[in-house]
């Protein structure tokens, strides 16, 4: 088993910046990936990032340029840093992580881009 906690999310004018944080705990020796996936109001859940155990990250076209995804191996932590954050950002950004052929995910947390 696999715990997810995220954190950082709140309200941000558009061009601005936040930093997400996911604390996994548990079974951390078994998991392969970590991502974050966003879900807005009305919309299906879509992946955001994704850092891989082997140093690989992958990017929606939606976000590429702006977002970065990162990892602290020490920490059990992976981050989001969102940069020139849009209105169409908003939504609950959770946090997924893959291990054993399962997927885990935290509870989520809402990033709402609005002047």
């Known amino acids: 088993q696999v715990q997810l906690v995220e954190s950082g999310g709140g309200l941000v004018q558009p061009g601005g910046s936040l930093r997400l944080s996911c604390a996994a705990s548990?079974?951390?020796?078994?998991?392969?990936?970590m991502g974050w996936y966003r879900q807005a109001p009305g919309k299906q859940r879509e992946l955001v990032a994704v850092?891989?155990?082997?140093?690989?990250?992958n990017y929606a076209d939606s976000v590429k340029g702006r977002f970065t995804i990162s990892r602290d191996n020490i920490r059990n932590t992976v981050y989001l840093q969102m940069n020139s954050l849009k209105p169409e950002d908003t939504a609950i950004y959770y946090c997924?992580?893959?291990?054993?052929?399962?997927?885990?995910w935290g509870k989520g947390t809402l990033v709402t881009v609005s002047s």
């Open positions: 997924n992580a893959g291990s054993g052929g399962l997927n885990y």
């Open positions: 850092t891989t155990n082997g140093g690989t990250t």
């Open positions: 548990g079974s951390i020796f078994s998991i392969r990936a």
